[in-house]
């Protein structure tokens, strides 16, 4: 063990800190605003990564049919939910959301070779393929049964994660892929490098973790977020949507989770099922600072209590 | 008598089955009984208790590797390694379950998934086990020095252990021990205000599901006669859980039922999904995902009781018809001091609820205790039956401290409370809801 090891531990051990520090957010982000124990957040990140790669690979990200799949399903439920309650002028936008975004999407891919633009162009691409799942996953699975009790919840999770887990093994095979890294500038520290890459993931999630902060603290749908995981009933008196808040929830949980996927791919081998176990170690973390906030509500809760 | 019936009809059929069906049929079958003895000790925990286990499949592994383990070492006969096996398993729940049993709501079923993955890598990369390629050659099993050898004869022993299972879990549902279990499920609070040791119950039923499970895997060491790690994995274990979640989690019969259509389905799925997808791999948890979500949606308890409304419903009758009455105990003379409350104060924090409260409760007296909202009524009635403790102050019962007892303790001492928000158990009767904890 020399100083260059430990440089090197330490820097694996930043990285990952770091990656571990976005999901967790994610996770008790979703479990404060929706009570869902998010566990395809790691799916997230697996297909963050791997739709990257597709696209770097010049081939079609199976992502993309997954989008242009669920999309068409949420059509024609909300489809048929407008008819039956005769509000047919919100037809063209849930046209327009569910299917004509995935479409362009799609028509994008096919017009310009994906492997040819430069590596933020892809990146923002496979962000936008990967993302929309988020709320479209909230939407199918999670917003009809949003009453039910946490144990329903987790056990839909499961049954999502393992779906998840079959279609991203149909999507992207067995075999894992690597990115290239984003940048291949190095600083000599004593004898031991610092890669250009590990300093790039924190600085991402520094600065996704401060625009969270931001967002939660100075706009009206970050507040509405705060106070829907605070009191759901005291949030839906004051006017906010549960469904918007959960929908919000899960796009951002998305976000994180690809982006984080994203950063992560040029450092080690993502595969199709190495989310999970990715984001156990997310939902352990959870834990520790979710019980915190349990008991502080619990002490919180007790004068409420009247004969 | 349908019910009855019902049985007759399905064990005559099960017996049947193997002298007209072909081979293939009779495995699926075997293993369709393996899966139900699994889900029944689920229906147990999830479907009757309220907890929730993705980690099923580990304790199928403790039992199989144990009997296989000892069998091919050893060489110990298997009827010998089944008590051992049973004895291994439900030292590992019992210690498992102190450990996580503790965490309530969500953290259990978490918790169950982390150590589904530690004792399935345990089987992996443990030496002697036979790490990733498992262990071969064990013995078949014997009955009177007649040889089990081929899926046919298989087949009896498993189906006949299951339907003892099955009435032995309907007869344990039906005990006082089955009631104090079904009343987990309402929440803990007015289960232990009855006098359940809650704790106790769930350690209990989460016992015997692991029991279950060490069956279900010793005889499918037997039945194989090879293990490796593979079948005990956590996809296993939420498989075992989705069989139960389909068949209808709260129904003895809704674990066979959903262990039989899950397995036909994966059977019928591992064939054509990879034709039909063009790549090999398990592609069927993509359809049992998306059906497990249907179910949860459309249909929450499962598919059994959407079967039970086709048949004709007929009045439960009692099990046993005249039980015999409890002892009555010594009632304490007119006017005599019962219930002693004495400078009780309740705190919240900068909330005093309850300020020195002092008074007495005689035998043969009603007495009422009144006041506005928020006075502080329901809190000393907490206090009393130790839902919610007191700050200070004392409480005796019949001369006997209790402040500092249980609820289920104060209870059992012969405190009865009802709640202001009538905490009623759907499933269960209103005579049933509200007889004494001691003839629950």
């Known amino acids: 063990m020399d100083l260059q090891i430990a440089l090197l531990l330490a820097q694996d051990g930043i990285t990952n800190g770091a990656i571990y520090a976005l999901l967790a957010l994610a996770l008790v982000l979703v479990f404060a605003v929706t009570r869902v124990i998010f566990i395809p957040q790691g799916e997230f990140v697996a297909f963050g990564a791997l739709t990257l790669a597709s696209l770097q690979a010049g081939k079609l990200p199976g992502t993309l049919w997954l989008l242009l799949g669920m999309g068409a399903v949420i059509t024609l439920m909300e489809f048929a939910k407008a008819l039956r309650e005769r509000r047919i002028r919100r037809i063209p936008s849930i046209l327009l959301l569910n299917c004509g975004v995935p479409l362009i999407l799609a028509g994008i891919l096919f017009a310009v070779s994906p492997a040819t633009l430069p590596l933020p162009v892809q ?52 075999e894992g892929s690597r990115t290239p890294a984003f940048t291949d500038t190095s600083f000599a520290i004593g004898d031991a490098l610092l890669q250009g890459q590990t300093l790039l993931v924190v600085v991402a999630s520094v600065v996704l973790i401060v625009a969270l902060y931001l967002f939660f603290e100075r706009t009206i749908y970050g507040k509405a977020l705060r106070a829907t995981a605070m009191n759901r009933t005291g949030a839906r008196l004051m006017g906010i949507s549960a469904t918007l808040a959960g929908r919000l929830s899960f796009t951002l949980a998305a976000l994180i989770g690809a982006f984080s996927g994203i950063l992560i791919s040029p450092i080690t081998t993502i595969y199709y099922d190495s989310g999970f176990l990715i984001g156990l170690q997310g939902l352990r973390r959870r834990h520790h600072r979710r019980s915190g906030q349990l008991s502080a509500c619990r002490r919180r809760r007790h004068p409420g209590r009247s004969a | 008598m349908n019910n009855f019936r019902f049985l007759f009809a399905f064990v005559v059929a099960l017996a049947l089955g193997p002298l007209v069906l072909p081979e293939f049929y009779v495995t699926l079958l075997n293993y369709i009984g393996l899966y139900a003895i699994v889900a029944l000790g689920l229906v147990l925990l999830t479907g009757v208790g309220g907890l929730t286990s993705f980690g099923q499949a580990a304790f199928v592994g403790v039992g199989a590797y144990t009997t296989a383990y000892l069998t091919t070492v050893y060489g110990v006969s298997p009827w010998l390694t089944l008590p051992a096996g049973l004895a291994l398993t ?56 007649f040889e089990l050898k081929s899926g046919r004869q298989f087949y009896y022993l498993i189906w006949a252990m299951l339907l003892v299972i099955v009435v032995a879990t309907r007869n344990l549902l039906d005990s006082r021990e089955g009631r104090a279990v079904r009343a987990l499920k309402g929440g803990t609070l007015m289960a232990e205000s009855m006098g359940v040791n809650t704790p106790r119950s769930k350690i209990v039923i989460f ?17 194989q006669r090879f293990v490796n790690p593979t079948p005990f994995s956590l996809l296993q274990g939420i498989e075992y859980l989705f069989m139960v979640v389909v068949g209808g989690v709260a129904y003895v019969w809704g674990a066979i039922l959903g262990a039989g259509l899950i397995t036909i389905l994966k059977q019928w799925l591992q064939d054509w999904l990879p034709q039909l997808l063009g790549q090999s791999g398990n592609f069927e948890m993509i359809v049992f995902g998306l059906l497990m979500i249907l179910v949860l949606h459309r249909a929450r308890d499962g598919l059994w009781p959407i079967i039970l409304r086709l048949i004709p419903e007929h009045p439960e009758r009692p099990r046993v018809a005249h039980a015999e009455a409890l002892p009555r105990r010594a009632i304490p003379p007119a006017g005599s001091v019962l219930l002693e409350i004495s400078n009780a104060s309740k705190r919240f924090g900068g909330l005093i609820a309850n300020d020195r409260m002092n008074f007495k409760v005689r035998s043969a007296e009603i007495m009422a205790l009144i006041g506005p909202n928020g006075a502080g009524k329901s809190t000393m009635f907490n206090g009393i039956s130790g839902v919610d403790p007191l700050t200070s102050g004392e409480i005796s019962f019949c001369g006997e401290r209790i402040e500092a007892l249980e609820a289920r303790d104060i209870a059992r001492r012969g405190i009865s409370r009802s709640f202001q928000h009538v905490r009623l158990l759907p499933t269960m009767s209103v005579k049933r809801s509200h007889r004494r904890p001691s003839a629950w």
Do not use: K, N
């Open chain 1, 123 to 174: 990146v923002i691409l496979a962000l936008m393929l990967v993302v929309p799942l988020g709320p479209m996953i909230y939407r199918l699975a999670y917003q009809p049964i949003a009453e039910a009790s946490v144990l329903v919840l987790l056990i839909v999770s499961v049954a999502v994660h393992v779906t998840l887990i079959g279609l991203g093994l149909y999507f992207f095979g067995a």
């Open chain 2, 90 to 145: 439900a030292a590992v729940a019992l210690s498992i379950g102190f450990i996580t049993l503790r965490l309530s709501g969500h953290f259990l079923p978490l918790g169950t998934i982390a150590w589904g993955i530690s004792l399935y890598y345990l089987f992996g990369s443990v030496d002697f086990l036979g790490g990733h390629t498992g262990i071969s050659g064990i013995p078949a099993l014997q009955i009177f020095g």
């Open chain 2, 207 to 223: 016992t015997i599901a692991a029991l279950y499970a060490c069956l279900s895997g010793w005889l499918y060491a037997h039945l």
